[in-house]
């Protein structure tokens, strides 16, 4: 089920409310145990089949998780984690890897037709990071109906953001979560439909100007390839922006506040930034329980770099099995020891990375990051290697600087730099309707909302636009990973 859809907007969404805040008036267990079987409704609409998949995995879990808070974090902790990354391996790397073996050895091995269960990184990862925490005495879960909800709960389990049960479950212990709120209703429903404006009208507008330029045997001309690859570039970004803020919103209307997962990373001055940024939950993990495990910047600067690009390549390898990813990743992790040296040698230098460029610098700061993920992507967008060189290479002129440029794209374009760059994202614009309101506010007061007629009139039309593009229902691209 997908949250761009008339079957989960005008069923599933209001059926799950409601059921929610009439059954909390009872019953807060009741209620939490009626949203977990809501959540797992959702993710077996997809495929029944996975279902079994995603219980045993947290039934696993729930006992591992339960015998490392009783003190046997440093036998289980190691076997806990190597089961769960084994059996993201099986479903998600496998073939991938067989497929390599057989082209170096010539072989022709086969462990058949993989389906790749739906969000299996991210339970994965959630639940990884929740033994971890436990194993550091941070977090403590002895109730399985609620550790059931913390890894389910529909709005983050297909993709993202990436949570941590203390940020999560002591919201759920709150009173104030099981009473119906008007403040976080109309909160959530106006970041709900700024989402869905971005996914519907924008990302999937956008999309028709991408396919043909990534076809396996496309061969455009160099302002065609650019098109295309800035057209992916800003799909993607509204397709994955989109879905955070339906993400946070539908989360905002139980009362639960999700961590912030998109930031304008497009506004970066630098690489550094863009990856604090962009999937702000998955950098987090990335750090937390990859980069500084292995060392971060304490063993000297060589070893940094080492620890960052090693850090990159796996964080690629998640988003897909396949040598594009890797390399994207890699690319990254490049982009990222680059930006770390020069920042070095700025501060030998006697100058301060963090001082405030002037506006000129700034801007072609932004400009300049931009462009260096606007080639990243062509990686990771790329159905294969040859597919995403040859793309560049046209995009370089190598290959003639030919090619009509559809005028759709190029109005795209144009429009899509107009908003990331001069308007305010959805945080922003929700901060400036009430300097007091802000939609991550976890306190227990309830708010008192009053929207102008003009406000409330140019959300509704937002809204209008964002329903009425639901002509046909597209995944949202990172639910692939």
């Known amino acids: 089920m997908l949250f761009n859809s008339y079957s989960f907007i005008l069923l599933f969404l209001p059926i799950t409310l409601a059921g929610f805040f009439v ?88 462990l058949g ?67 119906f709120d008007y403040g976080n209703m109309a909160i959530g429903l106006t970041i709900f439909c700024i989402g869905l404006f971005k996914k519907t009208v924008l990302a999937d507008g956008i999309a028709y100007y991408v396919a043909p330029v990534f076809a396996p045997h496309a061969h455009p001309g160099m302002l065609e390839a650019w098109a295309g690859a800035l057209c992916y570039t800003f799909q993607l970004y509204f397709d994955f922006s989109g879905y955070s803020d339906m993400a946070i919103g539908l989360s905002r209307m139980f009362g639960v506040t999700l961590p912030l997962n998109f930031d304008s990373p497009y506004k970066s001055v630098n690489i550094i930034e863009f990856w604090r940024r962009w999937h702000m939950t998955l950098s987090r993990f990335l750090r937390d329980y990859l980069y500084i495990p292995l060392g971060g910047n304490r063993k000297g600067k060589g070893r940094r770099y080492f620890n960052l690009l090693a850090t990159m390549l796996i964080g690629g390898l998640w988003h897909g099995a396949g040598w594009t990813f890797l390399f994207w990743g890699g690319l ?79 109005n795209w374009i144009w429009i899509s730099l107009l908003i990331i760059w001069l308007t305010p994202n959805t945080q922003q614009i929700m901060r400036r309707f009430s300097p007091a309101l802000d939609y991550r506010n976890q306190g227990e007061s309830r708010l008192v909302w009053h929207p102008s007629r003009r406000w409330l009139a140019a959300h509704v039309l937002l809204a209008l636009f964002g329903l009425i593009s639901i002509s046909k229902v597209s995944e949202f691209i990172y639910f692939q990973f």
């Not at 879960?141 to 297909?158: G, K, M, R, S």
């Not at 002591?170 to 009473?179: D, H, K, L, N, V």
């Open 332 to 410: 990254h992790g490049i982009y990222l020891a680059g930006n770390h040296a020069w920042h070095a040698l700025r501060r030998r230098a006697g100058q301060d990375p963090q001082a405030q460029l002037s506006f000129p610098m700034h801007a072609l700061s932004v400009f300049f990051t931009f462009l260096l993920v606007t080639i990243a992507w062509v990686f990771f967008r790329s159905a294969s290697l040859e597919g995403a060189i040859s793309l560049l290479k046209a995009m370089s002129g190598l290959t003639g600087t030919g090619g009509k440029v559809d005028h759709g794209a190029v």
């Open 23 to 110: 059954i909390a008036k009872h019953h807060r267990e009741a209620a939490s145990f009626w949203l977990m079987c809501a959540s797992l409704y959702f993710y077996g609409y997809w495929n029944p089949v996975y279902l079994p998949l995603l219980v045993g995995s947290i039934a696993v879990n729930y006992f591992l998780g339960q015998r490392i808070a009783k003190g046997g974090g440093r036998m289980l902790l190691p076997v806990s984690i190597c089961c769960n990354i084994g059996l993201l391996i099986y479903f998600k790397y496998a073939n991938f890897f067989l497929s390599s073996v057989n082209e170096i050895a010539g072989t022709d091995y086969s």
């Open 113 to 179: 037709r993989i389906i790749l269960p739906l969000g299996i990184s991210f339970f994965t990862f959630t639940q990884i990071a929740f033994l971890v925490d436990t194993a550091r005495g941070e977090v403590k879960e002895y109730n399985l109906v609620h550790y059931a909800l913390f890894v389910t709960y529909f709005p983050h389990l297909i993709a993202g953001p990436v949570l941590h049960h203390k940020e999560m479950m002591p919201q759920f212990a709150r009173e104030s979560t099981y009473r």
